[in-house]
DNA sequence: GATGAATGAGATTTCATTCAT
DNA sequence: TATGAATGAAATCTCATTCAT
């Protein structure tokens, strides 16, 4: 009503940027607690109110992890449909996708670390069947690429796709749970050192 | 039905025996389910009691878990010692630990989910600072095989062994989640594979 | 069925010995841990035996406290009546009857502990509406020498016998709280310096 | 109604006066049916409100009992430590000794029954040391008193002191029992009916 | 937008008691 | 007589959620 309330600051704009702040504290203590053990309380603290206030910006705990894990989400499958769309070989690919991967846990960190602990858990719901869409998806994607590169002779033929798709998913989003913005490796080295290693294998040739 | 079964089956023997037992439904429920959001009730029931029923053979919740963790480590170690004292070269150190590394999450598979998915927030309790201690040892041990790998000429000296480490670390230990015992493939053809992704990479040469 | 069996210690006779045997071991434990907060199981294992096997003897545990309060009243009111019926004048009944709450207490310390810590609690209970009918009768018998003490001139009137009566009761029964048969002063010496204290008060005249 | 009061109704005051509240439901209920055997939902009926809710007040019920008697303890040794402040000769010291005790019993009577029943059984827990420390302490000031009165020639020498302690303890203490504030006696008119008993005895001279 | 107090369902835990052996 | 295992009711405690202010 005054003329202050009129700034951008207090409209709609200003609402969501709220919530987007509350959706990262809650991400963060939801990765480093984890989702069932994390109280609201303890989300609350974080984000330097009470408890009963988070609800005047969300329903419940569970529409926040909901939130949370839909916009890593969205996101992530936007950089993935990227790479897939541009007509690359199998190896460039695969190439591509480890880094958006990597990219991706360098924007949604803590998105990330939720989504591999709780994932499993939270997909008995019907209001995450979304996780296991997703899931199903990403597995396809992924083999995809790499029985094209078998095909295409630049993957070996010796090895089950479905193993390596499982190792390769793991250790890619496993990084999540160490990696540190600040740390010693950014995410395109990491992504590079990762890729050496998977490609042609640790052993001196 | 042997006389020497008879006796066996009473007395302590015949106690630790259902507390195993036990201690194996409750980690099948830990690892499926997740240990903060298993209720006690729902170990009871996977073991056919009521709820009150297990606090005869335990003490809390938490002392489950403490025990499920802590044989399942205790073994871990016998076999890892037993690799580390053979006097091997580092390629076949590592060959071996990798290979010990799937025997112990086919013989420990829900014991190695729980130790994966809770040890982080467990380890916040003093009660379960040992799991900080053998994840610090284990760390140690793996960091020697490789670097000695390195200067042995065996080992790529070009990639950061702090992050094969933690590669290999991740995969092999991830396999607890989706292995099966009656699977397609056994324990040690996954460890077969595995190796000779992570040690000659993926790509055909 | 053996002749062994027909020992005097295997009848009726040595039931009824051990039932003592056990009720003298969980009065104890009650004593010194409360009755509420005493567990079945404190008590069996201070009598050398498992939980359950106490119910071979006892049919509850409220039946054990029963039969302790029940035996120790039984005796103490014998030992009044005594008194009572000797045709004491005032002075010496008073005398005599703080000399035998005295021994009582040496025979029963711990039954005279329960009594006083848990009598108001356990009498809601109808099972232990004795409990309320011996306090009464006590109360009656002790104010009936006081004032008969009164009226004969060898105690003093400008004191409220309901006082007396109170202070009297609460030191008295209160001393089985402390005193240890072992100690350094018997039963008897104990009465003797409590009843100049009381008689005669703590100032040098 | 005053704007005073209205503000000292809000903020972190009407918190502390809410719990104040709490506390003295939670002390009647306590003393008079046993802190063991009081459960929570019946101190939580006391207050009108839900069992769950009393947890928003007080971690637990043990530190209900905890700040009970910490509230009482250290206002009774105010009053103790300002009487033996005052440099009053034995006799004087022990009378306002006395008058503060049963002062004390009248601010905080239920504190006091409460403090006599669950002590001994509390003062096991570490939490509780101060209760065996405080009954050190007030065990040495009586005695000290008591023995300067001896030396000063106006206690008698031929009783134990150790003995007067105990007595004045017990029946000091153990009048919180059965006084009540609306009663036809008054604190202090019981206290001077105490002393002319415990100082001159009972008998007539 | 946020607070503070309460709710109430459900969790862990305790424990008197039962019963087959 | 005693054991060992289990029962089941009740207790303490936790916590997501609500709501008046």
């Given at each position: 009503m005054s003329p202050r309330r009129r700034d951008s600051e207090s409209t709609a704009a200003a609402r969501a940027e709220r919530r987007a702040e509350l959706l990262a504290t809650a991400a963060e203590v939801f990765a480093s607690r984890g989702y069932a053990s994390t109280t609201v309380r303890e989300v609350a603290d974080a984000a330097g109110?009470?408890?009963?206030?988070l609800y005047y910006h969300f329903d419940s705990k569970e529409s926040m992890v909901d939130e949370i894990l839909s916009v890593f989400l969205t996101d992530m499958w936007a950089a993935y449909d990227a790479v897939t769309a541009a007509g690359l070989d199998a190896r460039e690919t695969f190439r591509s996708l480890i880094a958006e991967s990597f990219r991706t846990i360098d924007r949604h960190r803590p998105a990330v670390v939720i989504y591999q602990n709780e994932s499993k858990h939270l997909a008995t719901n019907p209001r995450f069947a979304y996780l296991t869409d997703s899931q199903r998806r990403f597995r396809a994607m992924w083999l995809s690429v790499l029985d094209r590169g078998v095909m295409e002779g630049v993957?070996?033929?010796?090895?089950d796709t479905g193993l390596i798709y499982r190792f390769t998913r793991d250790t890619v989003w496993l990084a999540a749970s160490w990696?540190?913005?600040?740390?010693?490796?950014?995410a395109d080295e990491i992504a590079r050192q990762y890729m050496a290693m998977v490609l042609d294998g640790i052993v001196t040739t």
């Open positions: 109110m009470l408890g009963g206030s993957f070996r033929a010796d090895l990696y540190r913005r600040d740390g010693r490796l950014s």
